[in-house]
């Protein structure tokens, strides 16, 4: 599956945004995603991941109960959903594909990683 990240942006702090997350290829709908993120300088970390069905999700705890993650298996799209940003929300964040266990974070339990969207956020 080879995947793209779109939708990032400039926002103030305390604003929302929506990335996205396309997938081409087969077998989108059977695989469980999840989103990263990679700030200057610092190494990539987990964001949230979805289940294949869309059903189970998880999340850093940085991001919980401000970040919500979703997929839309008919659009082979999986979205981050990012309220009440902040300044250190701010990096380029890209999506991948879980090749191990459910619950994994770390980077290398992924896969098939797109071209990230920059998303930086203003004081």
């Known amino acids: 599956v080879q995947l793209q990240a779109s939708g990032g942006g400039l926002v103030q702090a305390g604003g929302s945004l929506n990335v996205s997350c396309t997938a081409s290829?087969?077998?989108?709908?059977?695989?469980?995603m999840g989103w990263f993120r990679q700030a200057p300088g610092k190494e990539r970390e987990f964001v949230a991941a979805v289940s294949w069905g869309g059903g189970y999700t998880y999340y850093a705890d940085s991001v919980k109960g401000r970040f919500t993650i979703s997929r839309d298996n008919d659009k082979n799209t999986v979205y981050l959903t990012m309220n009440s940003l902040k300044p250190d929300d701010t990096a380029v964040y890209y999506c991948?594909?879980?090749?191990?266990?459910?619950?994994?974070?770390?980077?290398?339990?992924?896969?098939?990683w797109g071209r990230g969207t920059q998303l930086t956020v203003s004081s």
């Open positions: 290829g087969r077998a989108f709908g059977g695989v469980s």
């Open positions: 991948a594909a879980l090749r191990t266990a459910w619950g994994a974070r770390n980077p290398v339990d992924f896969g098939s």
